[in-house]
């Protein structure tokens, strides 16, 4: 399992894995979200943060996948 | 182009406050847009801490860029020189007035043909009318990418550790992720690339043309070899060369804002259009 990830990893472009790292800090800063979220309402709102959640991954992939077509098209990849 | 961002505000000043606040939201986003513009070329000398030419290098300068600049018909730029590294030159202008930062080290690295020929390329580029719109795209993308510094900084002086510690890194890693996205899309939504015609034109117009792949191929080559980053990504497709690097993983943020071909590709191009130009 963790020898297929490194493969995939690995065929990823230099880009692609930008992209990647990209995604997963947004997706850390959803978490701080819904920490400061649960620290404001002094309780954990299951629907709030699911709702919320959902709204803002739903953003985020589509923001990721536009910006995936728009490198793959305008991107000048680097000479190895 | 630049007020399109205005069109939100203005709607939602229109909806919160009726006929008035709307007008007065164009109005004043119109002002600030065209204060920006204005101001770009100004605030990147000063992002860059560029001054006035001075020493024996000045009337070379001087008389090589208002001789090409006739020859090209285009408005003849204030050189500047900005202390870097890297042997790179760029320019920033808004279509009436262009200044033309040379770093220090181009100066020393480069040779009196090279230099000229590098020269040549920024006159080029002026002519090509793309220089107004890279400037400011690169004040913005630049802007924006310079977040994850503050973002270090930040984690520095919040007690996260010095520098080099692994905590402020990670913490810039994770902010430079976040900006570098929108930073990297605007470039490549608004920049205009004419790298290759400004070769071409940039060649042509130069009694030897094979001294600008000359220079392009040294600068190249001294910047993998010699320099070590530094540089803001959302400013590289104003350069001559291209100096971002992607050797780390902290570096992998780079590699979204290439929009130049490489210079292997690009000094292959200028050999195989040298009989033609000839």
Redesign the interface.
């Known amino acids: 399992m963790f020898s297929l990830i490194t493969e995939i990893y690995n065929a990823l472009?230099?880009?692609q894995?930008?992209?990647l790292?990209?995604f997963?800090?947004?997706a850390?800063?959803l978490f701080l979200i819904i920490v400061a979220i649960t620290f404001i309402l002094r309780d954990f709102n299951f629907l709030v943060v699911a709702g919320l959640t959902f709204v803002y991954m739903a953003g985020l992939v589509v923001?990721t996948l536009i910006?995936r077509r728009?490198?793959s098209k305008?991107?000048?990849?680097?000479?190895d | 182009m630049f007020a399109i961002p205005l069109i939100p505000f203005a709607l939602i000043a229109f909806y919160l406050g009726g006929m008035t606040a709307g007008v007065v939201m164009v109005l004043a986003g119109s002002v600030i847009s065209l204060s920006i513009y204005r101001m770009s070329p100004e605030l990147l000398l000063r992002w860059y801490g560029a001054r006035k030419f001075s020493g024996e290098d000045r009337d070379l300068i001087f008389s090589h860029l208002s001789e090409i600049s006739g020859k090209l018909n285009v408005p003849c730029p204030v050189p500047c020189i900005f202390d870097s590294a890297a042997p790179i030159a760029f320019t920033v202008g808004n279509n009436k007035k262009y200044y033309l930062l040379i770093s220090k080290s181009a100066l020393d690295i480069l040779d009196r043909d090279e230099l000229r020929s590098m020269l040549t390329l920024e006159i080029a580029k002026i002519s090509q009318r793309t220089v107004a719109v890279n400037t400011i795209v690169a004040l913005f993308a630049g802007a924006i990418a310079s977040l994850s510094t503050v973002a270090l900084w930040m984690a520095m002086l919040t007690g996260f550790g010095q520098e080099d510690d692994p905590a402020p890194r990670f913490i810039s890693?994770?902010?430079?992720?976040?900006v570098?996205?929108p930073s990297?899309?605007l470039v490549?939504?608004f920049s205009v690339d004419s790298t290759r015609e400004a070769d071409c034109l940039a060649a042509s117009s130069m009694e030897d043309p094979g001294i600008l792949a000359e220079a392009l191929e040294r600068s190249g080559t001294f910047i993998k070899l010699h320099v070590t980053g530094g540089f803001n990504p959302g400013h590289a497709h104003l350069f001559s060369v291209n100096p971002l690097k992607?050797n780390t993983l902290f570096d992998?943020?780079s590699?979204?804002f290439?929009?130049?071909?490489?210079v292997?590709?690009r000094v292959m191009y200028l050999e195989n259009a040298k009989p033609v130009s000839q």
Do not use: C, D, N
């Not at chain 1, 305008?74 to 000479?79: I, M, P, S």
């Not at chain 2, 290439?258 to 490489?262: D, E, F, R, V």
């Open positions: 472009k230099q880009w894995k930008a992209l790292f990209s997963i800090s947004y850390m800063l923001f910006a728009l490198f305008r991107l000048v990849e680097e000479q | 890693f994770l902010a430079m992720g976040m570098s996205l990297a899309l490549h939504l992607t992998v943020y590699s979204m290439l929009t130049k071909p490489a292997e590709q």
